[in-house]
């Protein structure tokens, strides 16, 4: 059940604090160096209920919807905190939820809720982008297990956290393992991505599993995997809303105070009109991302429709208003001194993870195509 206007603000207030007196933000870290998770901060939110807030009460958590996750990675946004939080919470954590059978849940859930891991979602593919559903990854069966084989690519939420891959399985249904990063045929390749977080490609050579590795609630997992990867796209527009947010009123601030030619930038109708026009998309972005969160748990036509549509219109508007930030903020507005530059690249890797606003509009055609000819 989502929580009452009144709490959902308390909410926002309660996660604005936390990352302002806890976390790390971007422009915080020396240059060139990779953000892993602090152990100490994941334990606090996990401490404080932040990290369960779409999880159920029933199984540990508190009970929220995704509407209100969307508030708390808003205020991680506005932030532009390293914590690799979208990993878990955008994809993983509901995955897990969904798939996983009681014993699977008892096990996973409390090193996840309490912050001392992550979990990571594998389900694309190199090669093919954030975007596409990565389905060539195969599991065949051996009796007592799987032999899985494949390359997966993800933002990576944790190196000693858990992993989540999706196979195609003989029957052609996609099925979700949990794989120890220790099992031979594993390995995992981190790299740093252009906003300083860390991604990872996942390679499965005769990876040999036992068949209690498998997420198995339903036979088929790939109307859970959608429904997860669209819980994850929503999180990152989320996420990418409070960016924008900083953005905008790191821009306004710079222009009353940079002078040229004698007055503020400020001054000048042109720039008054540009910054006029970061509000609108970052307020578009909002809307779209605020109907999407309060649909999700519609009909799963409605839900991927209504996240499309937020992922197209709020992806555009990320990368619209990344990039006026660093114009208007001149040479500056990509130095690593100042919020902008990691804010505009966190924009960037935010529009492409779960796809970016092209594919989703290509998504949206191809739905509309097909009810034409029906």
């Known amino acids: 059940m989502s929580l009452t206007s009144e709490e959902r603000a308390l909410l ?9 007196d806890h ?12 953000a892993r998770p602090d152990a100490a901060a994941l334990r606090q ?6 990290i369960g807030i779409a999880v159920p009460e029933a199984i540990g958590g508190s009970g929220g919807d995704i509407d209100d996750l969307c508030v708390f990675l808003e205020a991680a946004g506005e932030k532009i905190d390293v914590a690799p939080l979208l990993s878990t919470l955008g ?6 939820i969904e798939l996983g059978a009681s014993n699977q849940l008892e096990d996973l859930l409390p090193p996840l809720l309490s912050g001392q891991h992550g979990a990571t979602l594998f389900h694309f593919e190199p090669g093919l982008g954030f975007g596409h559903r990565g389905e060539a990854a195969t599991a065949v069966p051996t009796g007592d297990g799987y032999r899985l084989n494949g390359v997966k690519l993800a933002p990576l939420a944790d190196p000693d956290g858990f992993i989540l891959a999706t196979a195609t399985i003989a029957d052609g249904n996609l099925a979700v393992f949990v794989v120890s990063p220790a099992t031979k045929g594993v390995s995992i390749e981190p790299y740093r991505t252009i906003d300083g977080r860390t ?14 590795a498998r997420l198995f609630a339903i036979a088929d997992a790939r109307p859970a995997v959608e429904s997860a990867l669209d819980f994850g796209a929503l999180c990152a527009m989320a996420e990418a809303i409070g960016v924008m947010a900083t953005l905008v009123d790191d821009t306004a601030a710079y222009l009353k105070t940079r002078q040229q030619f004698g007055v503020t930038l400020s001054q000048f ?3 008054q009109h540009r910054c006029v026009d970061m509000l609108l998309a970052l307020e578009d972005a909002r809307a ?5 969160a309060e649909a999700f748990y519609a009909d799963a036509e409605t839900r991927s429709r209504l996240v499309s549509v937020a992922k197209a219109v709020a992806g555009r508007a990320a990368l619209f208003v990344g990039r006026q930030a660093v114009q208007l903020h001149g040479g500056m507005g990509m ?3 100042l919020r902008i530059g990691h804010g505009f690249k966190r924009l960037t890797v935010l529009e492409a993870y779960y796809g970016t606003a092209e594919s989703h509009i290509d998504r949206l055609a191809a739905r509309f195509r097909g009810v034409a000819s029906g």
């Open 45 to 50: 939110l996990g401490a404080l209920g932040l």
């Open 23 to 34: 976390a790390e933000s971007a422009s915080d870290r020396p240059v060139g160096l990779p």
């Open 91 to 96: 994809s993983a954590l509901p995955l897990l």
């Open 12 to 20: 926002g207030e309660t996660a604005r604090n936390w990352f302002r």
């Open 199 to 212: 991604a990872a490609v996942l390679r499965l050579s005769d990876a040999e599993i036992s068949s209690s």
């Open 288 to 292: 779209v991302v605020t109907r999407a």
């Open 335 to 337: 130095t690593d001194e």
């Open 269 to 271: 109708q042109v720039l």
